[in-house]
């Protein structure tokens, strides 16, 4: 599976940014999608995920509750990040993630794209 990840840039605080990302290859093995978003010297960390089934059942990091929404498009294997009233702490290399169902135990992750919030 491959990822790829488009969508970064450089956004005013209080500002919008929708990240994207589109897997290819063995997709009918992924389960959940996600993105997590890494500072310079600190630990990767989930933003929000999200289910192929159940609805599309959601999780999100509590600093992303309420600003931030996932989504998915199974139809063409890609999942959205809307962030809205964007923070300076939001600035950070953001991942797209991708997890297999338990019987194929893979992992997948995409390049990082960066998000830079900053007046």
């Known amino acids: 599976v491959q990822l790829q990840a488009s969508g970064g840039g450089l956004v005013q605080p209080g500002g919008s940014l929708t990240l994207s990302c589109a897997a290819s290859g063995s997709v009918v093995t992924i389960d959940n999608m996600g993105w997590y978003r890494q500072d310079p010297g600190k630990q990767r960390e989930l933003v929000a995920s999200?289910?192929?089934?159940?609805?599309?059942?959601?999780t999100y990091a509590d600093s992303a509750k309420g600003r931030f929404t996932i989504s998915r498009d199974n139809a063409k294997n890609t999942v959205y990040l809307q962030m809205n009233s964007l923070k300076p702490d939001d600035a950070a290399i953001y991942y797209c993630n991708a997890q297999s169902f338990p019987i194929y135990g893979r992992n997948y992750w995409g390049k990082g794209t960066l998000v830079t919030v900053s007046s």
């Open positions: 999200i289910t192929k089934y159940n609805s599309g059942s959601t």
